[in-house]
């Protein structure tokens, strides 16, 4: 995950027809309010093309820790992971989940990076 916060109005739009002419693909993106402007967060799914993209760009990013997990939906599919990961003692930062239509969801766990680890192993990722 990385994240970016500016000052500018409509800087959603001129950040992400930059990364569309570059050719970088994002899994996920939020774009919200703060106190300094408007923080904007993405998943690229490559992580190494996002980079030398934001660097050509100038964009200042700094790097986060998130899991992106998708699959079946189903009454309780969320809860069953966070229930995976409360049972290992595991506390979230954040997390956002969508309906992904067409019988899928898909959800954006956010994490402390001493979590990290922990969690992909019990979530099976690692």
């Not at 923080?39 to 100038?58: M, N, S, V």
């Not at 019988?103 to 979530?123: D, E, Q, S």
């Amino acid at each position: 995950m990385w994240s970016l916060v500016r000052l500018q109005w409509g800087e959603g739009a001129r950040v992400l027809s930059k990364l569309r002419d570059s050719g970088v693909s994002l899994i996920a993106f939020w774009g919200y309010p703060v106190a300094k402007g408007v923080r904007l967060e993405f998943i690229p799914e490559d992580g190494e093309a996002f980079i030398a993209t934001a660097k050509q760009t100038k964009l200042r990013v700094r790097k986060g820790t998130a899991f992106y997990i998708h699959g079946d939906d189903r009454p309780g599919a969320v809860a069953d992971i966070l229930k995976k990961l409360a049972d290992s003692r595991i506390n979230l930062g954040a997390m956002h989940a969508v309906c992904g239509g067409s019988g899928t969801y898909g959800a954006v766990i956010f994490l402390p990076p001493a979590a990290a680890r922990k969690a992909a192993t019990v979530l099976g990722a690692a």
